[in-house]
Every structure is written in structure tokens, then in C-alpha cells.
């Protein structure tokens, strides 16, 4: 071999062999981000699962140093997602050689998808050594949906004398064979959303109802399949503070607003549920004959099913 090729290979060998120590490395460890679903409502959380598979041949440690792991969404058409944090992070973790490990976390604060259309969605992160490996890209759609209802209200925030005023949208979205309920929590113009609420599937055939307490709170009760209704309760920040389900028996399920506000939920047969909120003891007796509000003028009203108290604010 003349002495300018050998100059070459030995010059471009460590090259080679930092290209397939990489290739290697590559090989080890993958990753894969998956979405509970293909459509989401505007502000709706967007759970990714991010996947790693680790297949060094030895322990591999995760989450040694700040920012090791790091999502990244592209809309289809180009428009540029801008980005709104880095978001969560889950901390260190280790995972042995041929094993899996599943970090679930939600994206949707972290970059401003307030604008329906297509994304792909894609994470990278840095294993061991420094190397960093990326996955394939999933793909969502944000969607506005279809309003059913919509109703303003003031709220007086913590410290504040002066009211804000926001607004409460129910809306519904096809999800493949099947309808599902949200509640959005916006300012008065709709410009900014505060909070998405998922309420489940609905049926076609019986409207939601919906009412306000005098605490602005919004109570809404829908039917879920033939017999069965669910019923959420949500504070003007968004919080969810109640959900229950109830079955059909001499009456069905009904929203009823007493004259000092209170909202309850009467007639129908209570059942506990292990996605109640807040969660209870599912061998405690429900209880059954929800009867309704008595007349107006009538004193000490009864509740049926009181509404649930949100938490009370913590001292200044």
C-alpha cells in the first residue's frame, strides 16, 4: 500500500470507529413516544408515553442532569409551534439491559397548540455517555369541536376587589365511533384557555344539561349509554371538584337548582364508581330515591346529593 493511502486510513480510522461506536449505541437504546389518542380539543392534556428500551448489556441511568429529555412538535402544514417551557421533569431513573421503562408526561402546556390542525410530535433524549437518541413521531390533531353551550360568569379572585369575567363552553368532538363531552374554562372572548376538562363519551340522542351555583360553579349531568348518566361538577378555575355516576330507576337522573342556589342532582340511583371524585369507599352504601327539591318558599330545602365544597383557600 503506498504511504498516502495508509496516511489516510490511519487518519480517518478513529473517524470509522466513533461512526460505529454510535451506530451501536444507536442500536441499544430505543425510543418511541405513543398518544392515548389521535384527537384532542383545544387545551385538552396530551398524556406521551415515552418508551425506553435499553439494550447496552448493562445498567443504563436516565436523568442524571437537567433537560435530558426533551419533546418536539412540528405542525403538518409548516407553521411554526412555539414553545411555551421545557416541561416536566420526571427525575432520574434507571432501567437494566433488556428491560423497558414508560415515562408519562403531559406536553400540552409546553407548547401553544391553541390553533387546530395536524402535529407531529417526537422526543430525544441523552443516555448514557452523552449520546442521544430521538424517536419516531406520533401524530395528533387539535380540534375546536362542536359547541353545545356556553355561559359567561364573574369570578372574584383570591386578595382582588374587582371581578373577572370568563366563560364556560361545553363542546363535543368525535373521537372515531363515539362522541365525548368537554368543558373549557376561557376568558370572556375566548382568547385564552385556562383549562380543558375531558367529561367522557355522551350519547346522540339526550342533550347535557347544565347549570350554575351561586359559587359559579358548573354542574353538568349527561347520558353515557342506555341507563347511566355521569355527573362532574367544576370550579371557575377549571378544577375538577366532583364526578359520580347514576343509573336510571322510577326517574331518571335530573340537574335541580333550589332558590338559594344550590345545585343537586335528583332522582335516579347512585352508583359508586373507582373514577369517582373525589374517591370513596365503594362498599359505603350509595344510597337510593333521590327526591326532588321541595316548592318554592319552602324553608331548609334538602339535598339529595349535595354539591361537593371545593377546598378552602389557603390563608395569605
Known sequence: MRPHRVHLVKRFLPLLSAFVALARALAQVEVQVSLPQEIFLVGEPIEAALRIANFTGSKAIFGKEPGWLRFNVEAHDG????????????????????????????????????????????????????????SPEATLEVVRGAKLWEKDFGVLPFGSETPIARKYLLSQ?????????????TDADESGNIRT??????????RPACSLDRQSRLHVLHQFDVSSYRYHQIGPDGTLLARRTYVFA???????????????????????????????????????????????????????????????????
Open 79 to 134: 407553521f411554526v409551534v412555539n414553545r411555551l417551557g421545557d416541561g416536566p421533569d420526571p427525575g432520574e431513573f434507571s432501567l437494566e439491559s433488556s428491560t423497558r421503562g414508560t415515562v408519562r408526561l403531559d406536553i400540552q402546556p409546553s407548547f401553544d397548540l391553541a390553533r387546530p390542525g395536524r402535529y407531529r410530535v417526537s422526543a430525544t433524549i441523552r443516555g448514557p455517555g452523552g449520546s442521544e437518541f430521538t
Open 173 to 185: 368532538v368525535a373521537h372515531l365511533r363515539e362522541a365525548r363531552l368537554y368543558i373549557r374554562v
Open 197 to 206: 376538562v375531558p367529561l367522557g363519551s355522551t350519547v346522540s340522542f339526550n
Open 250 to 316: 322510577e326517574k331518571r337522573p335530573q340537574l335541580r337548582i333550589s332558590e338559594a342556589g344550590e345545585v343537586a342532582v335528583v332522582g335516579g340511583d347512585r352508583r359508586r364508581m373507582p373514577n369517582d371524585v373525589p374517591t370513596e369507599d365503594p362498599k359505603k352504601p350509595a344510597g337510593t330515591g333521590h327526591a326532588p327539591l321541595p316548592a318554592a318558599g319552602a324553608k331548609d330545602a334538602p339535598k339529595p346529593d349535595a354539591p361537593i365544597k371545593p377546598p378552602a383557600a389557603p390563608a395569605p
